[in-house]
């Protein structure tokens, strides 16, 4: 159950690190345009828990001996431990009929298999091997749901934890088998009336329990929420500490995060004040049943229709019946709770990315890197316009740069080109090839993008640039670093190419960052070069734009600049407005125009010079 819940908030915790990818105008790591198909809700049980079983053939492999070892292990325990509850109380009740008082002989033979089999029951016994089979086959499970969760997020536009269904082969399933063996077995010796009084304790039982599952698990779902709640506060205070210190913000933020863990402990408590109160019911239903059976069974003793040895055999017996019950309730209620702290990873998992591969896609072949828009258009799902009627070509080893107001469709377009949406109209073709008909690996395989935050992992330099190329030597790291004029920053730590960046690259400035990203591209060497913003940063300008220049060389180049001084070498220079392309020329051309380019050539020089 633990587990379950873990794995929720992991992915809690990845949606809401993704998140903070979103700006006003188009995110490059999330699909926020065509949005992610996502599950609809079940109309009944039947389709809520098919979305369950759907998903197993994803986790557990039937191709898989060590799985198939430990199923068996596991299976063999539950049947030999339905053998155990019922030979250890009955040699215990012939034992006590064997024994003759006064004659000093010991029935030590059913006093040896009795004290045998509860051996065997007991965790010296079968438990040993039946609990590491479970833990081998959950362990399995939760590797393949944490690593197909990461996958799953990971290709979508922007821990399903099921190794607790075991609980309905291993559990669920044996317990009622208990039952009805245990049914029989009380028949078989005592007649009806105790059999039906078994029967209507378990009855009852178990349809309290089921109906106080449903109560708890309203908290349980509103407890899943809370911990959400507190573990995305959490992440925001820590991300944003720099600017929590700088307003003078701590005490506040203690105060809300005080708010929200206290929500979740309240949260915490009415649920286990219903647990508490449900089990104390149960628990009346459970010795109102083992009182009348007694009663019953005594006077059968009372009347010579069975011994007193079948009486102290069904006391015995009465701790396996009792448990069993429980069990069969705890197991409804453990598996309520599973599926509702698993209801948002099931819908994580069922929700599709808008852009797949198409049907019988081919691979990108990128000879020159000629790309053509043509007539482009993309919106919302919400009906937003962003990019109307873009026709644009550009020559291989071309770079064009687009400008304009923020929200304006710029990072729009980059993110079309990569496929993290689809276009709404008109195709986009590099060397003639629609990006739509090739296989996504190969497009970004082909494609380099420097944005204008770079993430950087918290790894070294080293492990950071050679991301581009993950088979790249030291030595050609160390070459593309010093193509991006960073090389002389890194010998400058006492670590050198091994300095650990820091979470998200705390340790390194703006411009190093995105130096170690142009870097990082260099080094992948791709003929298609997106640069969304990468001259933004305010050190060492000059140092950037001689790397960007390197980059650019020979490369076909998109560049989304917001310092118009760092494009006026640029082919073509495109302003956006509103998602047209208000004006097309170079630099100079476009000063000659005395048009919106113009304006903010001006008003960036202007204030430059103040």
Same mark, same amino acid.
């Given at each position: 159950?633990?587990?379950?819940?873990?794995? %929720? !908030?992991?992915?809690?915790?990845?949606? @809401?690190?993704?998140? =903070?990818? +979103?700006?006003?105008?188009? *995110?490059?790591? &999330? /699909?926020?345009?065509?949005?992610?198909?996502?599950?609809?809700?079940?109309?009944?049980?039947?389709?809520?828990?098919?979305?369950?079983?759907?998903?197993?053939?994803?986790?557990?492999?039937?191709?898989?001996?060590?799985?198939?070892? %430990? !199923?068996?292990?596991?299976?063999?325990? @539950?049947?030999?431990? =339905?053998? +155990?509850?019922?030979?250890? *109380?009955?040699? &215990? /009740?012939?034992?006590?009929?064997?024994?003759?008082?006064?004659?000093?002989?010991?029935?030590?033979?059913?006093?040896?298999?009795?004290?045998?089999?509860?051996?065997?029951?007991?965790?010296?016994?079968?438990?040993?091997?039946?609990?590491?089979?479970?833990?081998?086959?959950?362990?399995?499970?939760?590797?393949?749901?944490?690593?197909?969760?990461?996958?799953?997020? &990971?290709?979508?536009?922007?821990?399903?934890?099921?190794?607790?269904?075991?609980?309905?082969?291993?559990?669920?399933?044996?317990?009622?088998?208990?039952?009805?063996?245990?049914?029989?077995?009380?028949?078989?010796?005592?007649?009806?009336?105790?059999?039906?009084?078994?029967?209507?304790?378990?009855?009852?039982?178990?349809?309290?329990?089921?109906?106080?599952?449903?109560?708890?698990?309203?908290?349980?779902?509103?407890?899943?929420?809370?911990?959400?709640?507190?573990?995305?506060?959490?992440?925001?205070?820590?991300?944003?500490?720099?600017?929590?210190?700088?307003?003078?913000?701590?005490?506040?933020?203690?105060?809300?995060?005080?708010?929200?863990?206290?929500?979740?402990?309240?949260?915490?408590?009415?649920?286990?004040?219903?647990?508490?109160?449900?089990?104390?019911?149960?628990?009346?239903?459970?010795?109102?049943?083992?009182?009348?059976?007694?009663?019953?069974?005594?006077?059968?003793?009372?009347?010579?229709?069975?011994?007193?040895?079948?009486?102290?055999?069904?006391?015995?017996?009465?701790?396996?019946?009792?448990?069993?019950?429980?069990?069969?309730?705890?197991?409804?209620?453990?598996?309520?709770?599973?599926?509702?702290?698993?209801?948002?990873?099931?819908?994580?998992?069922?929700?599709?990315?808008?852009?797949?591969?198409?049907?019988?896609?081919?691979?990108?072949?990128?000879?020159?890197?000629?790309?053509?828009?043509?007539?482009?258009?993309?919106?919302?799902?919400?009906?937003?316009?962003?990019?109307?009627?873009?026709?644009?070509?550009?020559?291989?080893?071309?770079?064009?740069?687009?400008?304009?107001?923020?929200?304006?469709?710029?990072?729009?377009?980059?993110?079309?080109?990569?496929?993290?949406?689809?276009?709404?109209?008109?195709?986009?073709?590099?060397?003639?090839?629609?990006?739509?008909?090739?296989?996504?690996?190969?497009?970004?395989?082909?494609?380099?993008?420097?944005?204008?935050?770079?993430?950087?992992?918290?790894?070294?330099?080293?492990?950071?640039?050679?991301?581009?190329?993950?088979?790249?030597?030291?030595?050609?790291?160390?070459?593309?670093?010093?193509?991006?004029?960073?090389?002389?920053?890194?010998?400058?730590?006492?670590?050198?190419?091994?300095?650990?960046?820091?979470?998200?690259?705390?340790?390194?400035?703006?411009?190093?960052?995105?130096?170690?990203?142009?870097?990082?591209?260099?080094?992948?060497?791709?003929?298609?070069?997106?640069?969304?913003?990468?001259?933004?940063?305010?050190?060492?300008?000059?140092?950037?734009?001689?790397?960007?220049?390197?980059?650019?060389?020979?490369?076909?180049?998109?560049?989304?600049?917001?310092?118009?001084?760092?494009?006026?070498?640029?082919?073509?220079?495109?302003?956006?407005?509103?998602?047209?392309?208000?004006?097309?020329?170079?630099?100079?051309?476009?000063?000659?125009?005395?048009?919106?380019?113009?304006?903010?050539?001006?008003?960036?020089?202007?204030?430059?010079?103040?």
């Amino acid at each position: 159950m633990r587990s379950v819940i873990t794995l %929720a !908030l992991s992915i809690s915790t990845l949606l @809401v690190s993704t998140e =903070r990818h +979103l700006d006003e105008e188009a *995110p490059l790591l &999330l /699909g926020h345009g065509n949005a992610s198909r996502e599950l609809a809700e079940p109309d009944n049980w039947i389709e809520y828990l098919q979305g369950f079983v759907l998903f197993m053939p994803h986790l557990w492999s039937l191709h898989d001996s060590k799985f198939l070892c %430990a !199923l068996a292990v596991r299976s063999v325990v @539950v049947l030999v431990d =339905r053998y +155990l509850k019922i030979y250890v *109380p009955g040699q &215990l /009740g012939l034992a006590f009929d064997k024994i003759v008082p006064g004659s000093g002989e010991m029935p030590w033979g059913n006093i040896a298999l009795w004290s045998i089999g509860q051996l065997l029951d007991s965790r010296a016994g079968s438990e040993i091997p039946g609990k590491l089979a479970s833990s081998h086959i959950q362990n399995m499970t939760e590797e393949k749901a944490r690593i197909r969760s990461l996958e799953h997020l &990971l290709r979508l536009d922007s821990s399903f934890q099921v190794a607790k269904t075991e609980a309905v082969l291993f559990q669920v399933f044996p317990v009622f088998l208990d039952l009805v063996i245990a049914l029989v077995y009380v028949n078989i010796l005592f007649g009806i009336y105790p059999t039906l009084a078994i029967l209507s304790m378990s009855a009852i039982y178990i349809s309290t329990g089921t109906a106080t599952s449903s109560w708890i698990q309203q908290q349980q779902r509103m407890l899943n929420e809370t911990s959400r709640t507190q573990s995305k506060v959490e992440h925001d205070v820590v991300s944003n500490w720099y600017t929590v210190v700088c307003f003078d913000r701590i005490k506040d933020e203690i105060v809300h995060y005080a708010a929200v863990v206290r929500d979740r402990l309240d949260t915490s408590h009415r649920k286990n004040s219903r647990f508490l109160i449900a089990v104390g019911m149960q628990d009346c239903i459970m010795q109102a049943g083992s009182t009348g059976c007694v009663i019953l069974i005594m006077r059968q003793v009372s009347t010579n229709q069975t011994s007193i040895g079948m009486l102290v055999n069904f006391m015995f017996y009465w701790n396996p019946i009792r448990s069993t019950v429980k069990q069969l309730t705890n197991s409804y209620e453990m598996i309520s709770n599973i599926l509702a702290c698993a209801e948002e990873i099931l819908r994580f998992h069922f929700t599709e990315p808008s852009v797949i591969d198409a049907e019988f896609a081919k691979d990108l072949v990128v000879a020159n890197g000629d790309i053509r828009f043509h007539n482009v258009g993309f919106s919302y799902e919400r009906g937003r316009t962003i990019i109307e009627r873009l026709d644009l070509s550009i020559g291989a080893g071309q770079t064009i740069a687009f400008v304009g107001e923020s929200g304006g469709g710029k990072s729009t377009i980059l993110g079309l080109l990569l496929q993290f949406y689809d276009v709404c109209k008109g195709p986009i073709t590099i060397d003639g090839q629609d990006i739509r008909k090739v296989t996504l690996s190969s497009l970004r395989k082909a494609i380099g993008i420097v944005p204008q935050n770079p993430e950087l992992f918290n790894k070294s330099i080293l492990e950071n640039v050679r991301y581009g190329r993950s088979n790249a030597t030291d030595d050609e790291v160390e070459t593309a670093c010093k193509a991006a004029a960073i090389h002389d920053r890194i010998i400058e730590f006492s670590a050198g190419y091994d300095t650990v960046v820091g979470e998200g690259g705390v340790r390194m400035s703006g411009g190093e960052r995105q130096r170690l990203a142009i870097a990082r591209i260099l080094l992948k060497n791709p003929k298609v070069v997106l640069l969304d913003e990468a001259t933004s940063a305010v050190d060492a300008e000059a140092k950037i734009q001689k790397a960007v220049s390197d980059l650019s060389s020979g490369r076909t180049t998109i560049i989304v600049a917001h310092r118009l001084s760092t494009i006026v070498k640029a082919h073509h220079i495109l302003v956006v407005h509103k998602g047209i392309i208000v004006e097309n020329g170079t630099h100079d051309d476009l000063l000659a125009k005395k048009g919106r380019y113009d304006a903010l050539w001006k008003q960036q020089t202007l204030t430059k010079e103040d």
